[in-house]
């Protein structure tokens, strides 16, 4: 019985490369989505061996790229980005401006056209969610403040390649590209074009956070594991390619958008967690269909364009964020790690360059670069990371501009002089205002305690000040912040920041200048609270243990008041007969 295999042989091809070189980077501490990348190499046309399928490979790339995006939209928070709006929005907008400017010149310096710069250097400004997000899982940093501004920073740059791609077709014909619809004027096509996509926002936003959340909680009653996770899949796969029949939108915002009506559902937690393995199989294979469209040969036959590149990616527009990081009086370890974090470049950079080359926007060699840019931009990015603090103790050391920097009047930093001194005295010292932190601030101020929050979001500082709470903006593991809150007369420091990397520091610091002090402690983990314990931090709480407590406190009550009355009716029964 003869078939055609093609389809079995590129899945079987794709998945067994990429476990192997995925599984070879892991162990030399490199992201594995470079191992992915290399196995595309390995399977593509330019290199000798078994070549895939390249047209099955793409298909199955978009289905790669709906579940990926459809990922981004599940999570997307517009609370996280609020949170941190005052330097992701012009940072963001600033770097990819600086970015793609770089990268035009670059074009220009290659003879190439300015619609193909203007391109080429949107590819090279926008750095990968996903590169981004392990990252900071694997350093424990993700819910830090630090963490959120670099993430809220891509879903700009994330929402800002949205836009362009919207905006690209009907814009192609006046770039010097092809226009996919034949004809007609400019604004015409734009006008077309925004139409589209604002009728589907608005029936997707109108129509869809009400219909899809409402069709999961159906489907939930089921109780069918299978149906639910059917119903996800097929949600985003069905309105990415519902949205581009209809409206003409890419696949990839109609997905962006079935994720973020998703997320209106109670349910969405299980959604993500549901659709999660089958995202990361798709997305594995869209990497390794990029991989098999990388040729080689652009590394020895264009070195200095592959180096020109490499250095926009990561020197050009981390400089630029660097900058405008200092310049918004964050501190100098805030602006290294967003740097770091934007020093690499992945998915909307292969959509985008891809976009450009159905157009007949950019060459082909547009596509060789950016994807050489990428491996090496990822391959780098983990040492990007480990440099931050070496980098940061060096300019320390050596630039009195770094120390200035560091020492600067900021007068958040300051504690008011307006703030009476009775609530300096025996108060307590709140490190996070996050969801834990204000729940315990409500506490303290319904019982007439006084205390001095220490955040280091300078947008709530502000806040918690014209609301007259003590507030002092900056890392509670450093000296200065602390001797901001008055910790020498200070009752207890409660942490309950999420970022459990510097809770050391905090109470070391506290305990030298306050050796009375009480310090109550916040983690996640049994290794984590066995540490600190042993290390004398205090009184520590886990979540889970708090919460297993507290749901059994309720239920032994519950059973004893109920055994308490049976007994009750037992005995009046007894006594009748």
Request: charged share 15%.
């Amino acid at each position: 019985m003869h078939h055609n295999v093609g389809l079995i042989a590129t899945l079987a091809a794709a998945f067994g490369l990429a476990l192997v070189f995925g599984f070879l980077t892991a162990r030399f501490k490199l992201p594995a989505l470079v191992g992915y990348l290399l196995a595309g190499i390995v399977l593509g046309p330019f290199t000798p061996g078994f070549i895939a399928d390249t047209d099955l490979a793409t298909q199955l790339a978009e289905i790669g790229v709906m579940l990926l995006m459809f990922g981004v939209g599940l999570h997307f928070s517009l609370d996280d980005l609020m949170e941190v709006k005052k330097i992701a929005l012009p940072g963001a907008v600033l770097q990819i401006g600086v970015a793609t400017l770089l990268g035009l010149g670059i074009a220009m310096w290659l003879g190439w056209s300015f619609g193909a710069g203007l391109v080429f250097g949107l590819c090279l400004s926008v750095a990968s969610t996903v590169v981004l997000l392990r990252a900071l899982e694997e350093r424990g940093a993700l819910e830090s403040m630090n963490g959120r501004i670099a993430v809220g920073w891509l879903v700009v740059e994330d929402l800002a390649m949205v836009l362009v791609l919207v905006l690209l077709p009907a814009l192609s014909g006046w770039l010097g590209g092809e226009t996919p619809n034949g004809g007609g004027s400019l604004w015409n096509a734009l006008l077309v074009a925004l139409g589209q996509v604002t009728i589907f926002i608005s029936l997707m936003l109108v129509v869809g956070r009400k219909v899809f959340p409402w069709l999961l909680w159906q489907v939930a009653k089921t109780n069918s594991r299978e149906l639910f996770t059917l119903c996800v899949i097929a949600a985003a796969i069905g309105i990415a390619y519902g949205s581009s029949k209809l409206f003409g939108v890419s696949f990839a915002l109609g997905a962006f958008f079935a994720g973020m009506v998703l997320r209106e559902s109670e349910l969405s937690h299980r959604a993500a967690t549901e659709s999660l393995p089958l995202q990361d199989a798709f997305s594995v294979l869209f990497f390794v269909s990029v991989g098999m469209l990388f040729n080689p040969a652009v590394l020895v036959e264009k070195p200095l364009e592959v180096l020109a590149v490499v250095f926009i990616i990561i020197f050009g527009k981390s400089l630029a964020a660097f900058l405008l990081v200092l310049l918004l009086r964050y501190p100098l370890n805030t602006a290294l790690t967003v740097s770091a974090s934007l020093a690499q470049i992945g998915e909307f950079s292969f959509i985008l360059v891809a976009l450009g080359l159905s157009l007949g926007l950019l060459p082909a060699e547009a596509q060789s670069l950016v994807l050489a840019g990428a491996i090496l931009s990822i391959a780098l990015n983990p040492f990007m990371f480990k440099a931050i603090g070496p980098v940061q103790s060096w300019l320390q050391a050596h630039s009195g501009l770094a120390r200035k920097l560091n020492r600067r009047v900021d007068p958040l930093a300051e504690l008011p002089m307006a703030v009476p001194q009775e609530r300096l005295n025996g108060q307590v010292v709140l490190v996070g205002y996050g969801r834990v932190g204000r729940r315990i601030a409500a506490d303290l101020k319904t019982q007439g305690v006084p205390y001095v929050v220490v955040e280091d979001n300078r947008e709530i500082v502000q806040r918690l000040r014209q609301e007259n709470v003590p507030a002092v903006a900056g890392n509670a593991a450093e000296p200065d912040v602390l001797i901001q809150a008055h910790i020498a007369r200070a009752a207890a420091l409660v942490i309950a920041t999420p970022d459990t990397f510097h809770v050391r520091a905090m109470v070391e610091i506290a305990r030298t200048l306050n050796p009375k002090i009480e310090t109550i402690v916040r983690t996640h983990s049994d290794e984590e609270a066995e540490l600190l314990r042993k290390e004398h931090a205090g009184q520590v709480f886990m979540g889970e243990h708090e919460l297993a407590r507290g749901m059994s406190s309720y239920v032994l009550k519950k059973l004893k008041g109920e055994g308490q009355t049976l007994h009750e009716t037992s005995h009046a029964a007894a006594a009748n007969q």
